[in-house]
T-cell receptor
Framework: NAGVTQTPKFQVLKTGQSMTLQCAQDMNHEYMSWYRQDPGMGLRLIHYSVGAGITDQGEVPNGYNVSRSTTEDFPLRLLSAAPSQTSVYFC???????????FGPGTRLTVL | DQQVKQNSPSLSVQEGRISILNCDYTNSMFDYFLWYKKYPAEGPTFLISISSIKDKNEDGRFTVFLNKSAKHLSLHIVPSQPGDSAVYFCAASFRFGNEKLTFGTGTRLTIIP
């Protein structure tokens, strides 16, 4: 039981490049979410999903895309990276919305 | 509009003493409250939770207190240990209403040996 896994652990991008952050969970959780953590800002919700095929925007969705084709996977796409997207990104999952969430180890992204 | 607030960005406590971390919220619909602990370069891990039907929940050295009338919760760690040095996030949700978790901005706790 691996819990929530994220890849890559570190990534450096140039402005304008695109990439996909991977997230997977093996707990059969319906709810999955992406957060970014910036100094003094806490955990801000980017996008979330309440089940396969269903996604919605969080607090800071601009510049990011998500899809949920399976229960297990919830990738986050950066369409055209900007320096403002330099952050640490966490994926999390829970059995239902609003319940205790399990977090992945994070992806540290730097955009030059 | 920050619905969950942690007004102390940092706190230093002597080893062996009590650490008290505070959290305030504004949404009276919140019915479920949690504390997470985060070490550097790791994801947040769940520490303890409390439902709005209770005013206290204990788990070993950790106790969470909920004061609904004041819209305030606190986390007590007794006795504090060096391994407790981390960032602590409080979070809240209207779980009965299937609403998402809302997180505070975190408090960095440093335990001084």
């Amino acid at each position: 039981n691996a819990g929530v896994t994220q890849t890559p652990k570190f990534q450096v991008l140039k402005t304008g490049q695109s990439m996909t952050l991977q997230c997977a969970q093996d707990m059969n959780h319906e709810y999955m979410s992406w957060y970014r953590q910036d100094p003094g800002m806490g955990l801000r919700l980017i996008h979330y999903s309440v089940g396969a095929g269903i996604t919605d925007q969080g607090e800071v969705p601009n510049g990011y895309n998500v899809s949920r084709s399976t229960t297990e996977d919830f990738p986050l796409r950066l369409l055209s990276a900007a320096p403002s997207q330099t952050s640490v990104y966490f994926c999390a999952s829970s059995y239902i919305t609003g319940d205790r969430q399990f977090f992945g180890p994070g992806t540290r992204l730097t955009v030059l | 509009d920050q619905q969950v607030k942690q007004n102390s960005p940092s706190l230093s406590v002597q080893e062996g003493r009590i650490s008290i971390l505070n959290c305030d919220y504004t949404n009276s619909m919140f019915d479920y409250f949690l504390w997470y602990k985060k070490y550097p370069a790791e994801g947040p891990t769940f520490l303890i939770s409390i439902s709005s039907i209770k005013d206290k929940n204990e788990d070993g050295r950790f106790t969470v207190f909920l004061n609904k009338s004041a819209k305030h919760l606190s986390l007590h760690i007794v006795p504090s240990q060096p391994g407790d040095s981390a960032v602590y996030f409080c979070a809240a949700s209207f779980r009965f209403g299937n609403e998402k978790l809302t997180f505070g901005t975190g408090t960095r706790l440093t335990i001084i040996p």
